[in-house]
């Protein structure tokens, strides 16, 4: 093996898109093989648990970590690569704030596994579900415990970077190999720990060319019911519920450029502790009445809130997860 | 249902305006007008500034409720920044109900400065209700029931 510095990547509860988004970036993929040694990375070659617990501590200079803590699992080989990476990089919404997998988090296990194998969907005649053990005749299998509120990867292990979106978009990939390819040159430096990389530090409204009026809504409407959308107004003055003003820049506002709303999947601007409390106050400021019957009209017309606000950050979330999902966390514990 | 949560007493965590419901809690106490310690009052210069990161994190630091208060409206001394904070609210309290937060829990009161009385009555209502719900206990996973932020246990630790 040569003396290349070492690069990983690993998914946890996630969808593989991180992993294409990292192939997409063209030709700079050589550039990766030139300068480094792909030590371990599941979806590209085959490698084993046991050789990356062979490894000296830190011996892997860069680990990409993508997907949240959903399982015994995967809780395992963050603590596991944690150990073996001189540079953690929680990579993708996943692991920074749970994303699509961790709106699991609004129901409790028993309702995930009634969707998961007990649906109309399902051929399920005896109502199997998955156990951690169980015995077959040639002999006992285990599997990795289910846990009930999924986690980020920063509530497991901690973290250098944070690198959000879903998925990253690979120019911004790309910039980040780069920097890090001349910081190990010594020609740059790394940012300090715990910074985000490859994205902005403003909100999406900010890179986003549409026409920003005071203007007021009288309801809120999903996109598809409407004949036409303006293509110069702000989304969200049209009633269309945006989630740019509380979405990380980054992305280059690819979805209200082409007349789609923003889901937030760039995660928290700078200063947003809480996605959802910002968004709260963005889309309160929009509704035109100072009536609270009047307002509770205006409401009904989003009729998901929670949905809305925590589509990609429900795990990250100050309250992290929904009550059904901690009173499970709760029995799990006693 | 009391039974079953038997020597609970809840802690409400109260954002009060400057203007107006401070200085109505001011006002009961120096009427003597007697309401449950269960509040803690913190003061904001205006509800407009209440942003709901603030009732997310009580929340998620251990209060059982939160009450928002300020003053009439029509009466903000920034105009219309109580309507704002209405507006917050019930968005805010919708979105907690989706997460299993009963909507007992967040509570808004208006009350001008000579409103003491009324804003005694309000807190024993809400303490007496949140009481009957029980604990909310937004504690982490796994870490033996500790609070879920650090920095909260920290600041548990400093006498009042």
């Known amino acids: 093996m040569s003396d290349k510095p070492k690069f990983a990547m690993y998914w946890a509860a996630s969808c593989g898109g991180c992993e294409i988004a990292v192939l997409n970036i063209g030709e700079k993929i050589l550039d990766v093989d030139a300068n480094f040694d792909v030590v371990f990375w599941p979806v590209a070659m085959d490698a084993k648990y046991k050789d ?36 953690l990089v929680s990579f993708g ?105 490859g994205a902005g530090d403003s909100t999406v409204c900010d890179e986003c060319p549409r026409t920003r009026n005071i203007k007021k809504i009288k309801s809120f409407t999903r996109i598809q019911d409407l004949v036409s959308v ?64 009047d307002i509770d009209r205006i409401l009904d017309t989003l009729p998901d809130p929670a949905g809305q606000f925590y589509r990609f950050s429900l795990a990250g979330s100050l309250l992290r997860a929904a009550k059904p999902a901690w009173m499970a966390s709760e029995e799990s514990v006693a | 249902m009391t039974d079953q949560h038997e020597g609970f007493d809840p802690v409400i965590i109260g954002f009060t305006c400057n203007w107006c419901s401070y200085r109505a809690a001011d006002l009961a106490g120096m009427a003597r007008i007697k309401y449950p310690p269960n509040v803690r009052l913190i003061r904001l210069m205006c509800s407009g500034r209440l942003d709901p990161t603030f009732a997310l994190q009580a929340l998620a630091g251990g209060a059982d409720g939160v009450l928002i208060t300020g003053c009439h409206p029509g009466e903000c001394h920034y105009l219309e920044q109580n309507y704002k904070a209405m507006r917050r609210f019930q968005l805010l309290r919708r979105t907690l109900q989706q997460m299993g937060v009963e909507p007992e829990r967040v509570r808004l009161v208006w009350a001008s400065a000579a409103e003491g009385q009324q804003l005694a009555d309000a807190i024993a209502e809400m303490v007496e209700e949140v009481r009957v719900l029980g604990p909310l206990s937004w504690r982490g996973q796994g870490n033996g029931g500790k609070l879920l932020r650090p920095e909260a246990e920290e600041a548990a630790e400093v006498g009042a």
């Open chain 1, 93 to 197: 919404s996943c692991a920074c704030e749970g994303c699509i997998p961790g709106l699991a988090n609004f129901s409790s296990p028993r309702e995930v596994f009634d969707a998961a194998y007990a649906t109309v969907s399902t051929d399920n005649p005896d109502g199997t579900r998955p156990a951690v053990r169980v015995t077959v005749p040639e002999g006992d299998l285990e599997i990795p415990e289910f846990y009930p509120v999924l986690k980020t990867l920063d509530q497991v292990v901690p973290v250098d970077y944070y690198m959000p979106g879903c998925p990253p978009e690979s120019h911004q990939i790309a910039a980040v190999i780069d920097l890090v390819i001349a910081a190990l040159k010594g020609e740059a430096e790394l940012p300090p720990p715990g910074a985000t990389i």
């Open chain 1, 52 to 87: 990356v617990e062979a490894m000296a501590d830190e011996s892997i200079t860069l680990t990409f970590f993508n997907g949240g803590i959903r399982n015994s699992e995967n809780e395992a080989l963050a603590k596991l690569l944690r150990r073996k990476s001189k540079i």
């Open chain 1, 230 to 293: 303006d293509p110069e107004l702000c989304l969200l003055e049209q009633g269309i519920p945006c989630n740019g003003p509380a979405t990380r820049s980054g992305c280059g506002a690819l979805c209200p450029k082409v007349g789609a709303q923003c889901i937030g999947c760039y995660g928290a601007a700078d200063g947003v502790v809480d996605f959802g409390a910002r968004l709260m106050t963005a889309f309160a400021s929009v509704i035109d009445s100072d009536d609270p019957d």
